[in-house]
């Protein structure tokens, strides 16, 4: 028989925001431990929570960019269990009336596009982070209280890859919306992984086997590579599945089980008393709304269709939004932003690289942390984006060689002199004078008497020999297809 | 009406409380008293009458997003019986 993976998400992701959830505790990674904590988030006895505005809107606006629907009202509950790093021996989270529900995300999946739809986002607080030890464990609460949104699939993720793409496609709406850095580095975005299989075709839901705690979207695809062909197995082997827990392990490669469902937790939820229900009013909503963004797929098929951009480059530009801008600016007006596009990308991009590489270097060799060092970026610049698009226009209507333009861009990049000055200084307008052009097209068939000879008697390639030396005696500027033409006419009469 | 039943003993557990027999038999009656106070609320019409989460009829209690100073590590620590390297030191914690 054959099965199917049926396949859904939770993903926790932390906010960007100043300050903690309840308290005003800096939301910063890597100090020192338990030096951003303060008695609301320790859970002392007799504190009392109250909302950071920010999480609620950047909660909100992460429904808004998934399509979700805004409940005109949301409350906060109390979720509890006993862990050491729950201070209060419960946290705080959206139970029943979370602040966001019922959206979707759209994503380009095997050449095509997908859809997975979001049973809700709400919003929670992060707990203390454990560190484990031989003997004992030590708990640090500088994360306790930092404000944390579950976003929730439905099952419609049918395998490994759909689910990395899904999760990418996710943290790229995140990272423009400005809702989360989602650094996997530092923790910001982790996952539990909900599993199961059935026979292809099904409609029913086999035991749901949970994976908890991903830290990097790569691990959730290849923990689900291994789960899901381990499940099939059992099945086809006349097992049955239980709805359980796993634990993935990542140097192993393997899913471990750590929980049946028999010691399923009872987390006794009820409506959090310390905090006040959340009922967002028009104005605040519509303040929220101002901040919506483009959506990183909106903004590549937007790049494919207004400026005729092939796929490649569009990705280019919604993976790297300062150089997209950039791009967007310097092909204001111009008449082919194609030409714009391969400038952007291959030379200024890699030009800015070779730089700020070099920089790097130096800055190391003088001692500097990576955090502190200072690089050339594209607001460094010396030029503006239109004289790019100039120097694409010099070249589109044949004034300058795409060698010589070479030459003009690396002196604009070094001095941000404009394009035409800088053509104008150092003489590299192409020659397309014809009568200095037959001259030289005279000169150079007389130096090449066989390839002259050659042509004549019928092999046409012999012709590049004689215009690369007609090139070499203009330096370079003169026209090429204007040379092609005088040799040919010459040669054939 | 059968009068509803709570389990103490596994309430108890999630909870954390230690309770003896007695405790048990006594906190089992009052509880099991309780729930059939509630049976009878059941059988009361509220389609319509809004769920109160809160009895104070205010919303939106919200606070500026801005960082202010926390506690020292030491103090934050005063409290806990076994520090060490800034951390609060517990049995060690297996999943
Ligand atoms: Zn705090």
Redesign the interface.
């Known amino acids: 028989m054959e099965y199917e993976a049926v396949i859904g998400l939770e993903t926790h992701v932390q906010l960007k ?3 903690k959830m309840w ?5 910063t990674f890597g100090s ?8 609301v988030c ?1 859970g002392m006895p007799g504190v009392l929570p ?7 809107r950047l909660t909100v606006l992460t429904g808004l960019l998934l399509n979700c629907e805004i409940p005109a ?1 949301a ?1 906060f509950d109390r979720k ?1 269990y ?3 790093d729950v201070a209060k021996n419960y946290q705080i989270t959206q139970y029943d009336q979370p602040s966001t529900r019922g959206g979707h995300v759209d994503f380009e999946f095997q050449g095509g596009m997908a859809r997975v739809r979001i049973t809700r986002a709400h919003l929670e607080e992060d707990v203390g982070k ?4 031989d ?7 500088n994360r306790a209280g930092v404000p944390l949104l579950e976003i929730v699939s439905e099952p419609d993720l049918t395998s490994a890859d759909m689910a990395y793409e899904y999760l990418n496609a996710l943290k790229d709406i995140l990272v423009y919306g400005g809702i989360s850095d989602c650094d996997m580095e530092k923790g910001m975005v982790r996952c539990d992984v909900n599993v199961s299989v059935r026979p292809k075709g099904g409609t029913g839901l086999g035991a749901k086997i949970e994976i908890k705690n991903m830290n990097s979207f790569s691990g959730v695809r290849r923990a689900l590579t291994y789960e899901i062909p381990r499940q099939i197995e059992v099945l086809q082997g006349g097992g049955t599945l239980i709805q359980s827990t796993r ?1 993935w392990d990542d140097a192993g490669g393997i899913t471990e089980e ?1 929980r049946t469902k028999e010691h399923a937790h ?1 987390y ?1 939820y009820f ?1 959090e ?1 310390d ?7 028009p104005e ?1 909503l519509a303040a929220v709304k101002s901040r919506m963004v483009e959506l990183p797929l909106a903004r590549k098929q937007r790049f494919m269709k207004t400026y005729e951009l092939p796929a490649g480059d569009a990705e280019v530009f919604k993976n790297d939004v300062p150089l997209g801008h950039y791009f967007e600016t310097a092909a204001q007006g111009a008449a082919n932003p194609k030409a714009v596009a391969n400038w952007v990308i291959n030379n200024l991009r890699a030009r800015l690289a070779e730089t700020q590489a070099r920089e790097i270097a130096e800055q190391e060799s003088l001692g500097l942390e990576r955090s502190d060092m200072t690089f050339t970026g594209l607001s460094d610049l010396k030029f503006p984006p239109q004289a790019l698009r100039d120097l694409v226009g010099l070249v589109e209507n044949q004034t300058l060689s795409s060698s010589a333009a070479q030459q003009v861009f690396v002196e604009m990049f070094e001095t941000g002199k404009a394009p035409a000055d800088i053509v104008q200084e150092k003489g590299l307008a192409q020659v397309s004078d014809t009568g200095a052009l037959e001259a030289l097209c005279d000169e150079a068939i007389a130096a090449n008497p066989g390839p002259a000879a050659d042509y004549r008697s019928g092999k046409l390639a012999a012709l590049n020999r004689i215009k690369g030396h007609v090139m070499k005696l203009s330096q370079g500027k003169a026209n090429p297809g204007l040379v092609g033409e005088i040799l040919e006419r010459k040669l054939r009469a | 009406m059968a009068g509803a039943h709570m389990d103490v003993t596994d309430v108890a557990h ?3 409380i230690r309770l003896t027999p007695a405790e048990e038999q006594t906190l089992g009656r009052q509880l099991d008293q309780i729930l059939d106070y509630m049976e009878q609320l059941k059988g009361l019409d509220v389609s319509g009458v809004e769920p109160t ?2 009895p ?1 009829p ?16 030491d103090e ?2 005063r409290n806990a019986p076994a520090p ?10 297996v ?1």
């Open positions: 925001t100043q300050s308290c005003g505790c800096a939301n020192p431990p338990n030096t951003n904590v303060c008695p320790l109250v909302a950071n505005e920010e999480a609620l009202r409350k509890n006993f862990y050491p454990n560190n484990h030890f003997r004992n464990s030590g708990v640090d609460f634990r750590m009872d006794r409506p008393p905090l006040m229900p959340f009922e967002p009013t605040w | 999630l909870a954390r989460a809160h104070f205010l919303v939106n209690v919200m606070r500026p997003d801005e960082a202010r100073p926390s506690l020292s590590q934050a620590l060490a390297n800034g951390l609060f030191m517990v049995p060690k914690i999943e």
